[in-house]
């Protein structure tokens, strides 16, 4: 069983950045794909980015390329999501999350983080 606990978020101005962090444990986290979801109050969750292993390409939904950039550290089991121009659309809950693969921007998701908020404001 794996957990997953996220941190790294909080209130940034327009144009600010952010890295949220993604610890791992219960197993290795070499196999697994992992990603980050986000949702804003009254909306779908939207699948943000997924890696399906730490040689594999990057996807990132069409919103967030050029600004995100999602990374894995297998030997300390943890995901990365660094976030740059944050524009006020970007806000919401951030959850990562583990399961056997990517459809485009979206792991297919076995394990859940609890999330982190993440408001961009001015």
């Known amino acids: 069983q794996l957990q997953l606990v996220e941190s790294g978020g909080g209130l940034v101005q327009p144009g600010g950045s952010l890295r949220l962090s993604c610890a791992v444990s219960?197993?290795?986290?070499?196999?697994?794909?992992v990603g980050w979801f986000r949702q804003a109050p009254g909306k779908e969750r939207e699948g943000v980015s997924c890696?399906?292993?730490?040689?594999?390409?990057?996807n990132y939904r069409d919103s967030v390329k050029g600004r995100f950039t999602i990374s894995r550290d297998d030997a300390n089991n943890v995901v990365y999501l660094e976030m740059i121009l944050l524009e006020p659309e970007d806000t919401g809950v951030y959850s990562c999350?583990?399961?056997?693969?990517?459809?485009?921007?979206?792991?297919?998701?076995?394990?859940w983080g609890q999330g982190t908020q993440v408001t961009v404001s001015s």
């Open positions: 999350a583990a399961g056997p693969g990517c459809i485009t921007s979206r792991v297919v998701s076995h394990y």
């Open positions: 219960g197993d290795t986290l070499d196999k697994y794909a």
């Open positions: 890696l399906v292993s730490s040689r594999g390409r990057p």
